[in-house]
């Protein structure tokens, strides 16, 4: 695996995150990563990239939903340790302090 983690393994730095990194790191979460799952980790870096800050739950909901009709708990249908404990960590953001679920 790339990039240093904190205790809770989140990655220290985002711009360490890889693809084989997401894997390794759902695979350890017991969790395969399906071409949805894909969709929301892809939207995330990408937002990521664009605002320098990772996007609130709502953005990666909305995001479902417009590209492929998801109902809004879709997201953590995909991640049902949550999305600042298994969505986050897997797309590669470092730790969130508080966080809204949308």
Same mark, same amino acid.
């Given at each position: 695996?790339?990039?240093?983690?904190?205790?809770?393994?989140?990655?220290?730095?985002?711009?360490?995150?890889? $693809?084989? %990194? #997401?894997?390794?790191?759902?695979?350890? +979460?017991? &969790? @395969? =990563?399906?071409? $949805?799952? %894909? #969709?929301?980790?892809?939207?995330?870096? +990408?937002? &990521? @990239? =664009?605002?320098?800050?990772?996007?609130?739950?709502?953005?990666?909901?909305?995001?479902?939903? @417009?590209?492929?009709?998801?109902?809004?708990?879709?997201?953590?249908?995909?991640?049902?340790?949550?999305?600042?404990?298994?969505?986050?960590?897997?797309?590669?953001?470092?730790?969130?302090?508080?966080?809204?679920?949308?």
């Amino acid at each position: 695996m790339a990039g240093e983690v904190d205790a809770d393994g989140y990655l220290v730095d985002p711009a360490d995150w890889t $693809e084989e %990194w #997401a894997i390794a790191t759902a695979r350890a +979460a017991q &969790l @395969e =990563l399906t071409p $949805e799952h %894909w #969709a929301a980790i892809r939207f995330m870096r +990408a937002f &990521l @990239e =664009l605002h320098q800050v990772a996007p609130d739950a709502r953005f990666v909901m909305r995001h479902l939903s @417009e590209t492929s009709g998801a109902p809004r708990n879709r997201l953590f249908e995909l991640f049902p340790y949550g999305y600042p404990g298994q969505a986050c960590k897997i797309a590669g953001m470092r730790r969130p302090r508080a966080w809204s679920t949308g």
